[in-house]
Nanobody
Framework: QVQLVESGGGLVQYGGSLSLSCAASGRITSINSMGWYRQAPGKQRELVATISSIGRSNYADSVSGRFTITRDNGNNTAFLQMNSLKPEDTAVYYC????????WGQGTQVTVSS
């Protein structure tokens, strides 16, 4: 059984920073990718950032230059450092790990005040 536990999230003001983490446990193939999607009410789900087990990362244009994703391959834990936050970053952030299939975390609320 694969489980993902997300930590972080919360309320910050415009321009602030926040860090998320996502720890995966269970039987996961060593070749995989991890990342976050986010979902705001009434908006399309958006892929925020991904990182592969060889360290290749990709970012949505809306967060490029502000967010940084890293990972610890030893324990399948990913980290998302979010800087210069904007109100439009407000959403529920869902982490995932994908090998032969995708597994999801429980989600964490990020709210940026204007």
């Amino acid at each position: 059984q694969v489980q993902l536990v997300e930590s972080g999230g919360g309320l910050v003001q415009y321009g602030g920073s926040l860090s998320l983490s996502c720890a995966a446990s269970g039987r996961i193939t060593s070749i995989n990718s991890m990342g976050w999607y986010r979902q705001a009410p009434g908006k399309q789900r958006e892929l925020v950032a991904t990182i592969s087990s060889i360290g290749r990362s990709n970012y949505a244009d809306s967060v490029s230059g502000r967010f940084t994703i890293t990972r610890d391959n030893g324990n399948n834990t990913a980290f998302l450092q979010m800087n210069s936050l904007k109100p439009e970053d407000t959403a529920v952030y869902y982490c995932y790990i994908r090998d032969w299939q995708i597994y999801w975390g429980q989600g964490t609320q990020v709210t940026v005040s204007s």
